[in-house]
């Protein structure tokens, strides 16, 4: 059984950083895919960051040269810096089974909470 555990959400200022991360368990091996989405209020989830087995990495255009992905081992980080107001949202952490990327999501977190007022 899979377990996703999201932390590091909270209220910033724009230009400020927070950096989120996942605490994984459960997950078959370490060469697995992983991500991060984000969904605001009214909106469609959206994929924001995503890193395969061989930590090849893909990002949303809105958010290149501001975020970065990283994982090691049980754990995947989010690093968000120059934070904007439409970066807030509702940040959750994903797991999948595939190598590469695109990731078959399979696994997800409850989510942490960003606002950028």
């Known amino acids: 059984h899979v377990q996703l555990v999201e932390s590091g959400g909270g209220s910033v200022q724009p230009g400020e950083s927070l950096r989120l991360s996942c605490t994984s368990s459960g997950l078959p091996g370490s060469r697995y895919c992983m991500g991060w989405f984000r969904q605001a209020p009214g909106k469609e989830r959206e994929g924001v960051a995503h890193v395969d087995g061989y930590y090849n990495t893909r990002y949303a255009e809105s958010v290149k040269g501001r975020f970065t992905i990283f994982k090691d081992r049980a754990t995947l980080s989010l690093q968000m810096n120059s934070l904007k107001p439409e970066d807030t949202a509702k940040y959750y952490c994903?797991?999948?089974?595939?190598?590469?990327?695109?990731?078959?999501?399979?696994?997800w977190g409850q989510g942490t909470q960003v606002t950028v007022s």
């Open positions: 994903a797991a999948g089974e595939t190598r590469w990327l695109p990731c078959d999501y399979k696994s």
